[in-house]
């Protein structure tokens, strides 16, 4: 708990929220487009179909622009925001996973080494200058990388939901096999073809030859629907492999889940009949609407997925070690014992009077709630959950945290402490009731 915390207007989850949905899709889109882009080549030079060729170099420079720039910048900002929000966290899986990152980055400059030989050499594949063979070498050795890439985030991601055996024994390998390891891989390799398909079909919509175009259509739209058995049965996998807490968790739909929990069975049979639309002739109008919702309804399944999956957690960010407000499960006895403000360095007062009763609530409130409520914010706004319960109430609130209520985490402090929360709680809310 030696990180000061970062206080935003807007809640830090939401943020981590939105930028990592945006890279989450791109990314997996790029490691489904590898594959895709071979396979296409391949079935242009089988077929001799020079149109098929040139759409296959104008979406790998679309594939460039998007995953390897868009998705690059975006992936840095998932490291600086979720450095900032959540520090403790981040050092932890730092830390621990230091050789599995290193080992991600290599398989990621391999993809951008051979992503851009791949594009670059396209028109010499076409006009005769390079062989076909060492061509479509270069495609599979990308996407080669790009599964690796996938391969070592799921380890580490999958790490916060189920580190498994790592609890006991604090192996690097108990924590990267965890007991989601291959069911999340098994999903989300599934969904990387399935959104291969998704992109594919907006860009080949534009190939001017018409029949090349119904043809190249129709196959992308096979990428969208043929994943669906892998993506049902890897999530089906998934959920039957998370502990009975998170399964409980999911299921009860708290305030923050429900809609996502919800959609996310709409959405997933919405994007595989969009898909199956496309096998039906309609006007190049119609398909380009068609396309773009059925794009929509894509990034709508990732992030119900991703949503549910990361709230899922609560109330931990690394299940089993680390709460979501980045204090230690093997701290919270101390911590209740002596007190939040005599085991933070950045406190700025050791013990609470009647004089700095708000200062110290301000303070527990960023350490301890800030993670994931917000104060007259969007995002599990305390506000209205608070409001006409009065101090006492709020005390019995805290109290209950980790006992009546599983999925927050216990308040950690002395009782001064907590009353200080509540008072402060109490304060901001009538305070802004009032405006």
């Known amino acids: 708990m030696q990180y000061p915390v970062w206080q935003l207007p807007v809640n830090g989850g939401l943020l981590i929220a939105l930028i990592s949905v945006i890279h989450v899709f791109v990314a997996q889109f790029a490691v489904g487009g590898g594959f895709f882009l071979v396979m296409a080549e391949r079935k242009g030079h089988a077929e001799g179909n020079n149109e098929i060729l040139q759409w296959v170099k104008r979406h790998s420079r679309f594939f460039v622009l998007l995953s390897m720039v868009f998705g690059g910048v975006t992936g840095v900002g998932i490291w600086l925001i979720i450095s900032l929000v959540s520090p403790a966290a981040t050092s932890q899986l730092v830390h621990l996973f230091v050789y599995g990152w290193a080992t991600e980055w290599v398989f990621f400059l391999g993809e951008i080494a051979a992503l851009l030989v791949y594009y670059y050499t396209f028109q010499r594949c076409i006009s005769g200058r390079m062989s076909k063979k060492d061509h479509m070498a270069t495609g599979w ?181 680390m709460y979501s407000n980045g204090i230690r499960a093997a701290d919270v006895e101390r911590m209740q014992r002596d007190g939040a403000l005599s085991l933070t360095a950045w406190a700025g007062t050791r013990q609470v009077t009647d004089d700095n009763r708000l200062d110290v609530g301000r303070f527990l409130w960023a350490q301890q709630c800030s993670s994931c409520h917000g104060m007259g914010n969007p995002m599990l706004d305390m506000v209205p959950r608070a409001a006409r319960r009065g101090v006492a109430g709020l005390e019995a609130q805290l109290a209950g945290q980790g006992k009546l209520l599983p999925y927050m985490p216990p308040f950690c402090g002395t009782p001064a402490e907590r009353n200080a929360l509540a008072v402060y709680i109490a304060h901001e809310v009538e305070r802004r009731l009032a405006r």
């Open 141 to 321: 050795l990308y996407a080669l990388f790009a599964f690796l890439s996938l391969f070592m985030i799921n380890g580490i991601i999958g790490f916060m939901l189920t580190p498994g055996d790592w609890l006991r024994t604090g192996n690097f390998w108990d924590g990267f096999f965890n007991p989601t390891f291959w069911p999340a891989l098994v999903f989300r390799f599934a969904l990387c073809l399935l959104l291969s398909g998704l992109f594919a079909m907006i860009t080949a919509l534009r190939i001017p030859h018409p029949e090349t175009r119904e043809a190249m259509v129709r196959w992308s739209a096979k990428w969208v629907c043929l994943p669906f058995i892998g993506l049902l049965l890897g999530a089906a996998w998934y959920f039957a492999a998370l502990p009975p807490a998170q399964q409980a968790m999911i299921l009860r739909r708290t305030d923050d889940i429900r809609p996502f929990a919800l959609a996310w069975p709409v959405v997933t049979p919405l994007l595989f009949l969009g898909g199956l639309a496309f096998f039906v002739k309609a006007s190049g109008r119609a398909r380009a609407v068609l396309a773009g919702v059925v794009l929509l309804l894509g990034l709508a399944q990732v992030g119900a997925f991703e949503w549910v999956r990361e709230t899922g957690r609560r109330p931990w960010v690394i299940h089993g070690y």
